[in-house]
């Protein structure tokens, strides 16, 4: 067994710390890139995204089954609102709710002005 002096010792730790600094700083150098890409990515989209502003809970009836998704389980269904018009609303509600029963719809108001509309629940 060899014994170092003090300064010998200082030294050869100083240069085993070093060249592991040379073999591990590029790789957390590139992992901090790709977090801070990650993250500008997702405020991106973040900002463009279009708020929902207004939820109204309002009343429907079934009209028609335009699509059903049997992978996701969801459905895209014709729905007559209460004293108003026909528009297309997304439903999760299973069974799928057949033509004339009543549904319970939320009505979104986006930023942008848009409206949406889901299917909440079967009401009877």
């Known amino acids: 067994m060899i014994r170092l002096s003090e300064a010998k010792s200082r030294r050869l730790s100083s240069l085993i710390w070093r060249e592991r600094l040379r073999r591990f700083l590029p790789i957390v150098l590139a992992a901090l890139t790709l977090a801070g890409i990650f993250t500008a990515v997702l405020l991106n989209q973040a900002r463009r995204a279009d708020r929902t502003v207004d939820v109204k809970v309002r009343n429907a009836t079934v009209v ?11 459905a895209i269904l014709t729905v007559h609102l ?3 018009r026909d528009v297309d609303a997304f439903s999760t509600v299973q069974p799928v709710p057949p033509i004339g029963a009543h549904v319970e719809v939320n009505e979104a108001r986006h930023a942008s002005g848009r409206l949406t509309y889901d299917i909440t629940r079967l009401t009877e």
């Not at 028609?64 to 969801?74: C, E, F, G, L, P």
């Open 82 to 84: 209460d004293g108003d």
């Open 64 to 74: 028609h089954v335009k699509q059903i998704v049997v992978a996701s389980r969801a």
